[in-house]
């Protein structure tokens, strides 16, 4: 698997992209050899932004719940003051949740994507020094 996220994983899925684009006749593709690497993780970080984004939904619900009993206040019914008070809980609730897996979510991404970058320019770089080490300049 490509769990380290490192540059030489990376390497062994353009390798394999490279043999199999021998194989079918065609030009190797660095996309699908970066999907091949890092799916996994995007799939892993897709499941938080999905959690991320069901709390967002549920936000308004709760808000709206909330306005609801101070439009309609009355005083002597203390069971939708305690209803109230567990809308306001699973408010605060969801606020923390959003704001902890948007943060996660972010520093991952942000990660993976640095990681990506230094593997794809490592690969470029090693490309021109293969050409130059051949004699072969682009112009």
């Known amino acids: 698997g ?42 892993s970080l897709g499941l938080l932004t999905f959690l991320e984004e069901g709390t967002k ?12 009993y101070v ?3 009355d005083p002597a019914n203390s069971a939708a003051l305690h209803e109230a008070y567990g809308y306001a809980a699973g408010l605060s609730a969801c606020v923390l949740v959003w704001a902890v897996l948007h943060h996660v979510y972010f520093y991952h991404i942000q990660r993976v994507g640095m990681r990506l970058r230094v593997a794809v320019c490592h690969m ?12 072969v300049y682009l112009p």
């Open 57 to 68: 939904v549920v936000l308004p619900i709760f808000l709206g719940k909330i306005i609801s």
């Open 71 to 73: 439009e309609n206040y």
């Open 2 to 43: 490509c769990s380290s996220l490192c540059s030489a994983s990376h390497h062994r899925y353009w390798d394999r992209e490279v043999l199999r684009a021998k194989k079918a006749a065609r030009e190797p593709s660095l996309t699908k050899a970066i999907v091949k690497c890092y799916w996994k993780f995007y799939f």
């Open 124 to 135: 470029i770089y090693r490309k021109v020094s293969v050409m130059r080490y051949h004699g």
